[in-house]
């Protein structure tokens, strides 16, 4: 499977309301950017979060692959959406520790609660995420970034934005698919391609 960015999508409530992955057109299929594979709607697929999102997909059927139309607001392969893993970070900071903000985040009496080790292993997963998309921005544009330290706050400074992912996201475009997640979508090729 391949991502790619749907870069018209909306706002997560319009998109659900407005049901935008149905109306969602993939113009060229990232194989085949030459046109002639018979690139075909293949559907839909549900998020976890926010509820009600889908995410539409094609078909390829010369690569045998599916072709998976990120909105630019979701997560790429973390659920929920850049806001939410922004947000998470953002707790790490306010409590001072990955455990504090695990409690905050996934609270032992959530409906649905993780449990001590997967809500500790979620906070440290996005964390690292994170560090990782703002290392990589500092690296890959560092006539915009040279000399900033890797976090939100110094971000968020340097941009003058309350949404550091979801500029960095807009800013990056061109890159996205050399980001890591979850700002960076999925562009592997076949193993018959990469051999």
């Known amino acids: 499977?391949?991502?790619?960015?749907?870069?018209?999508?909306?706002?997560?409530?319009a998109y659900v309301a407005q049901r935008h992955w149905e109306r969602t057109v993939l113009c060229r299929c990232p194989f085949h950017p030459e046109g002639g594979c018979g690139l075909e709607r293949l559907g839909s697929y549900p998020r976890v979060r926010p509820a009600g999102v889908r995410v539409a997909r094609f078909w390829c059927p010369r690569e045998r692959a599916s072709v998976s139309?990120?909105?630019?607001?979701?997560?790429?392969?973390?659920?929920?959406?850049?806001?939410?893993?922004?947000?998470v970070v953002d707790a790490v900071s306010v409590a001072g520790s990955v455990t504090r903000a695990a409690d905050l985040v996934h609270p032992a009496d959530a409906p649905t609660p993780l449990?001590?080790?997967?809500?500790?292993?979620?906070?440290?997963?996005?964390?690292?995420?994170?560090?990782?998309?703002l290392l990589a921005a500092i690296t890959l544009l560092p006539a915009r970034f040279a000399g900033l330290a890797p976090t939100l706050v110094a971000f968020r400074e340097r941009l003058g934005v309350s949404r550091v992912l979801v500029t960095l996201r807009t800013l990056t475009e061109p890159i996205v698919s050399a980001l890591p997640t979850p700002l960076g979508v999925r562009r592997r090729?076949?193993?018959r391609k990469e051999a």
């Open 115 to 133: 449990g001590y080790d997967a809500a500790i292993a979620s906070v440290r997963r996005r964390v690292r995420a994170v560090r990782a998309v």
């Open 69 to 87: 139309v990120l909105p630019a607001f979701l997560a790429a392969r973390f659920v929920g959406t850049l806001d939410d893993v922004e947000a």
């Open 1 to 13: 499977m391949v991502q790619v960015l749907d870069r018209n999508a909306c706002a997560a409530d």
């Open 189 to 191: 090729l076949s193993a």
